[in-house]
């Protein structure tokens, strides 16, 4: 599953208010992810989407609403691709599914908002919105995949670890600081090498 980039859609013209909708969701979760919540601006997000910052308040409203948008499009596209990697041996479904979690790399933001928004778990609006969220991927990951609670704990820590790294963009010590290179090699079996280009370093913008 895939989605516009925010380069791909700034240029398309005439753009339907749907696909303009998309893109300011795609750049929040890039500025988001980046920023956090708290750090983020709607006038950085509108310059990240090309727009302006009167046209995002236009559409979401509020910040705050905008950032609840953003997680649940994230918990959506997590829970669509779990569920995209079920079919396919029992044996390997831990497997699929941890792949099918990395490849969210490929959208920038997109794993940071979702440990972001766990972060938040006291701001009543946007801690309802994480709530439900991450319960709804323990109940699919015990439910629908079928895991013991020990699997989904495992699954779902290894998942927060992951979160964890991106977020603290360590890829640029990766091969040069042992705790760093031991974090990835323990999150990503088959290799950091073809996600490297997927995760922020420290001096990318978001």
């Not at 013209?13 to 500025?31: C, F, G, N, Q, Y």
């Not at 790294?165 to 323990?186: C, K, N, P, Q, W």
Request: aromatic share 8%; hydrophobic share 45%; charged share 25%.
């Amino acid at each position: 599953m895939s989605s516009m980039s925010v380069e791909d859609v700034a240029h398309a013209p005439r753009m339907r208010s749907a696909d303009r909708r998309e893109l300011i969701l795609t750049a929040a979760t890039a500025v988001f992810g980046a920023k956090t919540y708290v750090g983020t601006t709607t006038d950085e997000i509108a310059r990240a989407a090309g727009v302006s910052q009167p046209y995002v308040v236009r559409l979401f409203g509020t910040k705050e609403k905008l950032f609840v948008e953003v997680i649940e499009r994230a918990y959506r596209r997590l829970l669509a691709e779990f569920r995209a990697a079920l079919p396919g041996p029992v044996e390997s479904r831990a497997e699929r599914m941890g792949t099918a979690y990395t490849g969210l790399l490929a959208e920038r933001g997109m794993l940071p908002v979702i440990a972001n928004s766990t972060a938040l778990g006291g701001e009543p609006v946007i801690g309802q919105a994480a709530r439900t969220g991450f319960s709804e991927i323990w109940r699919f990951v015990r439910e629908e995949a079928g895991f013991s609670k020990e699997e989904a704990r495992e699954f779902m820590a290894t998942g927060m670890l992951i979160n964890t790294i991106v977020g603290l963009r360590l890829i640029g010590e990766y091969g040069d600081e042992l705790s760093a290179t031991e974090m990835f090699d323990a999150c990503f079996a088959d290799g950091v090498a073809k996600l490297r280009a997927l995760m922020p370093t420290v001096d990318a913008p978001w």
